[in-house]
């Protein structure tokens, strides 16, 4: 039953903002859609060009008319949800007609790989990378990548409502409304993503000796998106090579205003902001449980089991998803610890997915808080505090939604797996591994996969791109239909 007057204060969705927003975001698809048409006139890949020529075209025609419609200068959560949600759906959409033309894939396997592309996840549906176009290993990169910075710059539209993690990503000076803290977030995400990629390219080119590869690996990395040229992906690499890869994957996955900080406030803005270090601890404790998990139960050599844990723990809590050894051979104990990071994931506006070390905090911390005041006075006053800040209660029901729906999104997709017959780890760890928007594969995902199936993966690699409350906030009837605030 909804609260007295909560009919008369929530409104439903204009479906002019959204057209506005969307609009001027297929503006933004179609210029980044330019990358790959130019590069298959480079590989000269003509078969292509006209692909994603008339993909350009068509979202130039249904684009510019919505993004010149006037629309009103606040705007609502649930718009904002609403037009999170739509990016990661559309983008996907409108990029399976190049990626059917370049692989022959089905509609479904198709359209898995851009909702894996666009939401930086890493599962595909292509068995050997290696013979496909170069024009398509470049499309898919670059989809991450810029998959990864839509959701960095669009965090913000994801924690409306969450004190702690907005005042972390922007300054509370420039929170005078939606749209104005939103341009100051892209800007400085922008100049931080375009600095570590420019970074990432130029370390990878020069370990593999070969521009391509870098490149699109760099944008994978960066991204935490985790697409190889290789089927075998990382293992197919040099050691060097495969630790620069997951470094700046790691880097990827920190909160990306952070580094815009550090030029301006120095160490004191790492003192404050200790996400960071609460991240590169899960990576060294799950790399500990790792290691030991190689060496007792695989029987590798304990240099080589320390050195395999380091690159599997950064790959699972980055949630970039480059795999150095099959999940499917390692021991049922690795696969629970790398499940535990794959949940976790990285840092709140970051490229990184998962429900995020910051959320995992509120809950310790509020857990913490519950039993000390079982052993406090009558009229003892403790309020919840995170890095300096105080907790609201709105705060702490967001961190418990969250984990809620995560588990509910990742239960009765793991459900629909068993109902098939398939094995019950391997499915849990795939199932996983997409909400999480990882990329780690248990042997599940591939060409074989059933279509349902397929498709329930897609969702969950959509759910947990824009962490769940944004697509069910999209999906929601109430959402569409209801009164509506003047314009």
């Not at 503006?27 to 480079?42: E, F, G, K």
């Not at 290696?130 to 539209?157: D, N």
């Not at 990503?169 to 993503?193: I, K, N």
């Not at 588990?407 to 629909?416: A, N, Q, T």
Request: aromatic letters at 8%; a positive charge; glycine letters at 10%.
């Amino acid at each position: 039953m909804a609260p007295a007057g909560a009919e008369t204060l929530s409104y439903a969705v204009r479906p002019r903002v959204v057209a506005h927003f969307l609009g001027q975001l297929g503006l933004m698809l179609a210029l980044l859609t330019a990358a790959p048409l130019l590069a298959s006139l480079w590989f000269r890949e003509f078969a292509a060009t006209w692909r994603y020529g008339l993909v350009v075209l068509a979202l130039l025609a249904l684009s510019w008319p919505a993004a010149r419609l006037r629309v009103p200068r606040g705007v609502q959560r649930n718009e904002a949800f609403t037009v999170t949600a739509l990016a990661f759906l559309l983008a996907p959409l409108a990029m399976v007609f190049p990626i059917h033309g370049a692989t022959e894939l089905d509609f479904v396997p198709a359209l898995f790989e851009a909702v894996s592309a666009a939401t930086t996840t890493g599962l595909t549906m292509v068995p050997a990378p290696e013979a496909q176009p170069r024009t398509f290993l470049f499309a898919r990169a670059w989809m991450q990548w810029y998959g990864g910075l839509g959701i960095a710059v669009l965090s913000i539209a994801l924690l409306m409502g969450q004190a702690v993690a907005t005042h972390r990503l922007v300054d509370a000076a420039a929170t005078e409304t939606f749209v104005t803290t939103s341009r100051t977030h892209a800007r400085r995400v922008l100049q931080v993503y375009a600095g570590l990629t420019v970074l990432a390219i130029a370390v990878l080119a020069l370990l593999a000796g070969d521009f391509e590869e870098g490149l699109l690996h760099a944008l994978a990395a960066v991204s935490t998106g985790g697409f190889s040229t290789h089927g075998d992906s990382l293992a197919a690499t040099s050691t060097p090579f495969a630790s620069a890869v997951l470094g700046c994957s790691l880097l990827g996955a920190i909160t990306l205003p952070l580094y815009y900080g550090l030029f301006r406030e120095r160490a004191s803005r790492l003192r404050r902001d200790r996400e960071w270090s609460w991240f590169l601890a899960a990576v060294l404790a799950g790399a500990g449980l790792l290691g030991a998990a190689l060496y007792l139960g695989a029987g590798l050599a304990p240099g080589e089991a320390v050195r395999q844990a380091l690159l599997l723990s950064a790959s699972a809590q980055s949630t970039a998803g480059f795999s150095v050894l099959a999940p499917a051979e390692l021991p049922a104990v690795a696969l629970g610890v790398l499940l535990a990071q794959m949940l976790v994931g990285g840092c709140v506006g970051s490229t990184a997915g998962g429900v995020k070390i910051l959320n995992l905090l509120i809950l310790v911390r509020a857990l913490r808080m519950t039993l000390a005041r079982a052993g406090m006075g009558p009229h003892a006053v403790a309020r919840l505090r995170l890095f300096g800040e105080a907790l609201e209660p709105r705060t702490l029901e967001r961190v418990l939604l969250l984990l809620v729906l995560y588990g509910l999104v990742v239960f009765l997709s793991w459900l629909l797996f068993l109902a098939h017959g398939l094995p019950p780890l391997a499915s849990l760890f795939e199932v996983v591994s997409a909400t999480g928007t990882v990329g780690l594969s248990a042997g599940i995902a591939g060409p074989e996969l059933p279509p349902l199936l397929a498709l329930v993966l897609c969702f969950d690699m959509l759910a947990g791109r824009v962490e769940v409350v944004a697509l069910l906030v999209a999906l929601w009837p109430g959402t569409w239909i209801g009164r509506r605030q003047a314009a």
